[in-house]
């Protein structure tokens, strides 16, 4: 049967019946993970995570619509990847007013910018966007930074690591290859002391700093690990959905 809550699924029918109160937009990449991970990788996480936190939302009777994901991100740092598909921040602001302008003009004032990727960055740009739409609750929010990934692995690194290839693992197995085949992982640390720190930021070049695309080991991973994962990052963005939805944007704070 078709999933009301995720608008790629649904119908006309349904949705003229409904009157929905948050959208939620799943926002990923096309890019190499590693050598044993496939290039939707953030694609399949948003996509799973946000379906299953539609669903939760949903069966507590709040009218939440998971739009579909889009599958290209920034990717500036990869330019010399093969088929790492980028797309520019300024074409990215460009489709959010597109889609916002529809969400606007039909009554749907909640959006949530559900972003599964590192490399997308929207709150400068929602930040413009909200003065252009005064009426519109713009959320962004980042799956990957919900939790201390040590509460759930053994090794750190953010891409195609144990956290992130565990999930996968979970998710779609028969997509990723025998770990024996994935590159360890390590990444080149910068020489000044600052960027170590966190502190100062420059974009990382990936064929510089690691041989495999991935940074951190993902030779521990297990599906067990990211099914545990899984479950607690899908309540709780379920939760969050139900809370944007009953909340009056207009009387947001205590």
């Not at 049967?1 to 029918?13: D, F, G, H, I, S």
Request: charged share 25%; glycine share 6%; with cysteine.
């Amino acid at each position: 049967m078709p999933r009301p809550y995720l608008l790629a699924e649904t119908n006309w029918k349904a949705v003229k019946a409904t009157n929905f109160e948050v959208a939620v937009l799943p926002w990923a990449a096309t890019e190499a993970h590693n050598y044993h991970l496939p290039y939707a990788t953030d694609i399949i996480e948003g996509e799973a995570i946000a379906a299953e936190a539609g669903r939760i939302a949903w069966e507590a009777d709040e009218k939440v619509i998971i739009l579909p994901c889009i599958p290209f991100g920034v990717n500036t740092g990869q330019t010399d990847i093969t088929l790492d598909m980028n797309l520019m921040p300024s074409t990215q602001l460009a489709i959010l007013r597109d889609l916002i302008t529809v969400l606007n003009r039909q009554g749907i004032k909640k959006l949530v910018v559900f972003n599964s990727h590192g490399g997308n960055s929207f709150r400068t740009m929602l930040r413009e966007l909200g003065v252009e739409f005064p009426d519109m609750l713009l959320v962004e929010t980042n799956w990957f930074k919900t939790f201390d990934r040590y509460d759930y692995v053994e090794e750190g690194g953010d891409h195609a690591c144990e956290l992130e290839t565990s999930l996968v693992l979970h998710l779609r197995p028969d997509l990723v290859l025998p770990l024996d085949q994935a590159g360890d992982g390590a990444e080149r640390q910068p020489r000044i002391k600052a960027f170590k720190e966190g502190w100062v930021w420059r974009e990382r070049p990936w064929s510089t700093i690691t041989e495999s695309t991935g940074t951190g080991d993902p030779r521990k991973s297990t599906a067990e690990k990211g099914k545990r994962f899984f479950k607690d990052v899908t309540e709780k963005f379920g939760q969050l959905f139900i809370d944007l939805a009953r909340t009056d944007k207009e009387d947001f704070y205590e």
